[in-house]
């Protein structure tokens, strides 16, 4: 009833301020973060071939977005701006860390770059802390080798399994991985995960103070490891496809996977499904389900050109480690009962960085615009409204492992702008009418292409964006660079 009460007096739509004494009975929050999942992976995103009735039914219970991004091409980028609410290039830690190193073979250096998450900044879990949250980091962090940049010390009282590993070294007990004891001989890292996840949640809810969970889930990344069953499931179903378009075309030299039909990959696909399923059971079996907010999306796009290409992200182009759409737009689903109307769809534009604003807002606290600098609220969305129109901003000044060369984009209304910066040619895309990005339209729309390239260059300006200096050892580097380059 006080829960109630609390949404009657802020509003259902003019969320924010605090209500002292209603500490008890703010929303808790289940923040899921899937490991390279891409856009196309989920059955309410178009997928015929991987199943996840869960997450379907997570998306028919709330709102479904369709144009939500990662700030990042790759994880620890995106996993910055969502604690900070800020741009990793405003953060310098522009790379997964402890990134790719320089080699003769690339035009460009490296810039030197942030390798973990400082200290000073105030995470989303530091600010809910303070408002008498409780608050759990499970899975992975990857936001700096050394412990003392590990959750602990960034606003969590748990961490289970958080460090600085970008994957686990198995995905089967023993796992090798600090702050997660091993469990028995051959049990599956993401089950294991989600004990933890359901035990924090248990421990929250006798306690009757409103939590934080982030479960950081280190499916679906690779290496690609499942429960053999499951694999057998899926290898069965693949061979019942009949494969009428080719299995990979090339795309910037590099061979791109254009079905989804890769076993193991598929299963754990579903195993990351399952543990979804299993936390959205727990809240209802703990009665939290009303008064929760759950959010699921994932740190960048699917692996499609390399390291085993396990799956396709069509109709994007490309995927993680590259500037197109299937490396950077992401599933989003939200739910809040009560607030979000089911089965809601939104086509606003929204950003990784805006997680930290909304989610303080959601829950009645004030903001800290000094601190998620660059992130906005999306409360409007939510709401079944609309954002005023804004840009969104990409800087990768390095090397994929995944084929992408450095780069950087912006996505205004329906356009969005690519610049490379080995040349520093670019190419212009209408979304709205060709979601795949086959037709360059820079040469059509000159005028849009230097609207675009000039807020772009002001952006890098305004966030002190490193950029990447021309490589030395670069076997036929020219001696000079771009007056730009050197001037950023």
Known sequence: MRYVLWLILSGFGVWGGTLPGLAADRPNIVFILADDLGWADLGCYGSTYYETPHLDSLAKQGMRFTDAYAAGNVCSPTRASIVTGKYPARLHLTDWLSGRPNR??????????????????VTLAEALKDAGYQTAFVGKWHLGDSALYWPQHQGFDLNSAGCG????????????????PEGPAGEYLTERLTEEALKFMEDAARQKNPFLLYFSEYAVHTPLEAKPEVVEKY?????RIPQ????FLTDHGCPVRQIQNQPAYAAMVESLDDSVGRVLAKLQELNLETNTIVIFTSDNGGLSTAEGMPTSNLPLRAGKGWGYEGGVREPLLIRWP???PPGSVSHGQVMSMD???????????????AQHVDGESIGPLLKGGSLPERPLFWHYPHYSNQGGPPHGAVRVGNFKLIEWYEDRRVELYDLKNDLGEQRDLARENPSQAARLSALLRD???????QMPALNPDYRTASKTIHSE????
Not at 108 to 115: A, G, H, K, V
């Open 104 to 121: 003769p073979d690339q035009k460009l250096s490296r810039p030197d770059f942030q390798m973990f998450l400082p200290l000073e900044e």
């Open 165 to 180: 590993a970008g994957h686990p070294p198995s995905y089967f007990s023993p796992y090798h991985l600090p702050n997660l």
């Open 235 to 239: 290898k069965a179903k693949a061979a």
């Open 244 to 247: 009428t378009a080719p299995e």
């Open 338 to 340: 009560g607030v979000i």
């Open 355 to 369: 997680y930290y604003p909304t989610l303080l807002e959601m829950v009645g606290l004030p903001l800290r615009p």
């Open 459 to 465: 952006w890098r300006k305004q966030v002190g964006a």
């Open 485 to 488: 380059n050197r001037a950023e």
